[in-house]
Each structure stands twice: as structure tokens, then as C-alpha cells.
């Protein structure tokens, strides 16, 4: 079949350009300049695939000490839970925000009308991922379970689910000075919840950091990342699935770098929560 789309990682130094199939990193050409390595690539594509007019879709290679690529999925449009002592009812800190204990089995309410597919509450430090059921329906496909999920009311009455985080295969890790800069580590000295964050240096859109061994312990399309913020992350080819559903509509991706346990930062320095 000619004319596919292949997305195509693409480093470069003073000496050579390097180009690898992001979804097939076995395919990768090395030469002095770009069209060289382009035609190199073209070749092999034709020969592996039997595409004799590929369509190359080129991702820089921007973070050059981490050794791979996910996507998580985000949304545009922010809720606010109207019931949140009923689905919390150890209540929130007073001190950082963050919810104690664990949720309750109440339906959460929204205040507003999910406009799309995808959307999510925040309400004080508490951020949860909520979808319509034709997204959760996707999802079941690329391997979630709807167990996974927990029935959210809004105005309109129509089915949304939220993301519950009791599945959680995945953690964010901080990462080291060469990698990203700290955007912020605080731990709260009365209920001790932690939270850190971390920029990539070059590419501002990837502030999310996994172990790339956690990520190859399972072959599933699509991860929990969690547990205390839960969003999903998805593999190069759940993520094409998903934009293939042309009727979805309201999320936005960004990038998760999976990286090595030597680019772990291990003495993480806290700052403690400001006071209200």
C-alpha cells in the first residue's frame, strides 16, 4: 500500500544525520547529509513495506540522554466537582489542598456541560481525566478495562466516565539537571503528600518522565499513569487509533520521555508547601 504516513525520528551533529522509523526503530539509515539519508530510507521502506511513495512525518529527536517516546492525553476544557466531600470524605488538606484518603463510591457532579470527548475536574489540588462513552468504548479496545472508570454526572445527563488511578502501572520519576530543569518539588508537612515537576529543556510540550523499563514491562496500548493524578499514556500505535475516530473530538497530546534509571534523579530536594 503506498502513501502511508511514517513518522520518522531524525537526529543530527556536524558529522551525520541519522533517521529511524519511530515505530519500527530496527529501520534506521545513518549518512553525511539529510537527502542522502532520506533516499537511504525511502529504499528501505519500499523494500520492508513494498511503499514505493511514502509520506515521512519527521520528529526531531529532542531529548538526547532519554531513550524514547509515549503520548499522553490531555484536554482543553476544565470542571469543577460540585460534590467533592461526598466523593472524598476524609475531606482535603488545609494546608496544600490535596484530597486524604481514598474515593468514595459517589457518582461525581460536574458544574458544567462536557462539551467534548475528553475533559477534566481540578478542584483544589485534585485533577482527574473524564471522557464520554464513545471515547471509553476506544479505549476497552486498546486494552483498558471498563472497571477502569467510574460514571461522572454533568448538566446535559448524558454518560461520562472518570479516570480512576487503582490501576496505575506507571509513575513519574524526576529526572536529572542534563535532562529537564526542575519546575517545582514540594512536600506538604502535614499530610506529606509530594509532588514534582520537570521541563524538558528544548521541548517545553514534555514535562512528563517514566522509566522506560516500567513502560517495556507490558505490551499494552494504553497505560495509567498515576496514582494520585491519573492520566493515560499511549503507545505511537493507540494514539494513531485513536486519531482514526475522525468523530472524537476535545483532546490534545503531549509528549512523555521514557528514560533510563542513570538519568533518575535519586536526592530530589523538597521544598515544603507555603501556608495558605
Request: some cysteine; glycine content about 6%; overall charge positive.
Amino acid at each position: 500500500m503506498e502513501h502511508q504516513i511514517y513518522r520518522v525520528v531524525r537526529k543530527t551533529n556536524r558529522t551525520f544525520v541519522k533517521l529511524a522509523l519511530e515505530d519500527y526503530p530496527n529501520i534506521t539509515v545513518r549518512a553525511a547529509t539529510a537527502g542522502e539519508a532520506e533516499e537511504r530510507l525511502y529504499e528501505l521502506i519500499c523494500e520492508k513495506f513494498g511503499d514505493g511513495e511514502p509520506v515521512l512525518d519527521y520528529i526531531d529527536f529532542l531529548v538526547p540522554v532519554a531513550t524514547g517516546l509515549a503520548w499522553q492525553m490531555e484536554s482543553n476544557q476544565g470542571l469543577t466537582t460540585t460534590n467533592l466531600q461526598a466523593v472524598y470524605p476524609a475531606g482535603i488538606c488545609d494546608r496544600c489542598g490535596h484530597v486524604l484518603g481514598r474515593r468514595s463510591s459517589v457518582v461525581r457532579a460536574v458544574s458544567e456541560c462536557i462539551r467534548a470527548d475528553v475533559a477534566f475536574t481540578r478542584s483544589g489540588r485534585q485533577f482527574t481525566m473524564v471522557f464520554s462513552e464513545a471515547m471509553v468504548s476506544v479505549l476497552v479496545e486498546l486494552g483498558l478495562k471498563r472497571t477502569d472508570f467510574a460514571s461522572v454526572s454533568d448538566l446535559s445527563r448524558k454518560v461520562f466516565w472518570e479516570l480512576l488511578g487503582d490501576g496505575a502501572d506507571l509513575a513519574s520519576v524526576p529526572v536529572k539537571p542534563s535532562i529537564a530543569h526542575k519546575a517545582g518539588a514540594l512536600r506538604c508537612p502535614k499530610c506529606h503528600y509530594s509532588r514534582f515537576g520537570f521541563v524538558h529543556h528544548k521541548e517545553k510540550s514534555i514535562w512528563e518522565f517514566v522509566l522506560e523499563s516500567d513502560w517495556n514491562r507490558s505490551k499494552a496500548l494504553v497505560r495509567v499513569l498515576g496514582p494520585l493524578k491519573p492520566k493515560l499514556v499511549f503507545s505511537s500505535e493507540a494514539r494513531d487509533r485513536i486519531l482514526k475516530h475522525k468523530e472524537l473530538r476535545g483532546f490534545v497530546w503531549s509528549r512523555v520521555a521514557l528514560v533510563a534509571p542513570e538519568q533518575v534523579e535519586q536526592n530530589l530536594k523538597y521544598d515544603t508547601f507555603p501556608k495558605p
